[in-house]
């Protein structure tokens, strides 16, 4: 009943820049919270960013500095702009998000994945 459609994955060179966005819709009533996820080879899914509905925000570590979580609510929107990119950052990105349903339900959705790799 809800989908999460992601975009802007891609190869960038490092100390490059990409932005990351991710397009909910369905049967949502409410969302309380959007974040980004990712997964490299070999490793579990970690958290990149999170934005609550207040627009409170939460970055791992190693992207402090670096990326940026941003949120447009009449687009039921998530971004997720990357800057100074390194080899490290590769993996797929999965975009999140926590919601009640127009069912009233209290769910969970993912998207399919972003391939982002950075590379020379």
């Known amino acids: 009943q809800v989908q999460l459609v992601e975009s802007g994955g891609g190869l960038v060179q490092p100390g490059g820049s990409l932005r990351l966005s991710c397009a909910a819709s369905?049967?949502?009533?409410?969302?309380?919270?959007m974040g980004w996820y990712r997964q490299a080879p070999g490793k579990e899914r970690e958290l990149v960013a999170r934005i609550s509905n207040s627009g409170r925000t939460n970055y791992a570590d190693f992207v402090k500095g670096r990326f940026t979580i941003s949120r447009d609510n009449a687009k039921n929107t998530v971004y997720l702009q990357m800057n100074s990119l390194k080899p490290e950052d590769t993996a797929v990105y999965y975009c999140?998000?926590?919601?009640?349903?127009?069912?009233?339900?209290?769910?969970?959705?993912w998207g399919q994945g972003t391939q982002v790799t950075v590379s020379s």
């Open positions: 369905g049967s949502i009533f409410s969302i309380n919270a």
């Open positions: 999140n998000l926590d919601l009640v349903t127009r069912s009233f339900d209290i769910s969970n959705a």
